[in-house]
């Protein structure tokens, strides 16, 4: 599973729609759902195995190999991003025994706090390294929003077929 994991995040960095200077890809929707179907260790085991794929140079960051490589790549523009899908992994895949997690809204408040820790970090990381005195929430953030909100809301109405697919995979 971690290894499917890793492949899915992968890939789903190449399916993206290119922004300057953080592309949008579909990581975080994998990042989410890897921690609401596994749970937070499977989660986080999966994206570490991931970051560190990119961190010794294999191309399964979003814009390598074009853009560079390995350490080069991940300390870029989306380093914040990449650390944050760790703790958005671990949020949303915390609490996946919860049995009294049964209202959308619960669900979807749950993924919303589990993807800022993404945003999060990646602003800040994006103001240390180009400067606070650009338009920080406009360049990282902003293009993103509405598309994040379609991932999280599709996510929230797949939350139940998730577990059970779980209940009958995992019994």
């Given at each position: 599973?971690?290894?499917?994991?890793?492949?899915?995040?992968?890939?789903?960095?190449?399916?993206?729609?290119?922004?300057?200077?953080?592309?949008?890809?579909?990581?975080?929707?994998?990042?989410?759902?890897?921690?609401?179907?596994?749970?937070?260790?499977?989660?986080?085991?999966?994206?570490?195995?991931?970051?560190?794929?990119?961190?010794?140079?294999l191309?399964?960051?979003?814009?390598?190999?074009?853009?560079?490589?390995?350490?080069?790549?991940?300390?870029?523009?989306?380093?914040?991003?990449?650390?944050?899908?760790?703790?958005?992994?671990?949020?949303?895949?915390?609490?996946?025994?919860?049995?009294?997690?049964?209202t959308?809204?619960?669900?979807?408040?749950?993924?919303?706090?589990?993807?800022?820790?993404?945003?999060?970090?990646?602003?800040?990381?994006?103001?240390?390294?180009?400067?606070?005195?650009?338009?920080?929430?406009?360049?990282?953030?902003?293009?993103?929003?509405?598309?994040?909100?379609?991932?999280?809301?599709?996510?929230?109405?797949?939350?139940?077929?998730?577990?059970?697919?779980?209940?009958?995979?995992?019994?």
């Amino acid at each position: 599973l971690i290894i499917f994991g890793s492949i899915a995040l992968t890939i789903s960095a190449k399916v993206k729609i290119p922004f300057y200077p953080v592309p949008m890809t579909m990581q975080t929707f994998v990042v989410l759902l890897l921690g609401l179907s596994f749970g937070y260790k499977i989660g986080l085991s999966a994206v570490g195995l991931y970051l560190l794929e990119g961190i010794a140079g294999l191309p399964v960051f979003s814009n390598s190999p074009e853009r560079g490589i390995g350490i080069v790549y991940f300390t870029g523009p989306t380093m914040g991003y990449l650390i944050g899908f760790i703790l958005a992994a671990y949020f949303a895949g915390s609490q996946k025994k919860l049995k009294n997690e049964n209202t959308y809204l619960h669900i979807f408040l749950r993924l919303l706090f589990s993807v800022s820790f993404i945003y999060i970090l990646g602003l800040f990381w994006l103001g240390l390294l180009i400067g606070w005195d650009k338009p920080i929430f406009k360049l990282g953030a902003q293009p993103f929003l509405l598309a994040e909100l379609f991932k999280l809301v599709l996510l929230t109405i797949l939350y139940p077929f998730i577990v059970k697919l779980n209940t009958k995979l995992f019994r």
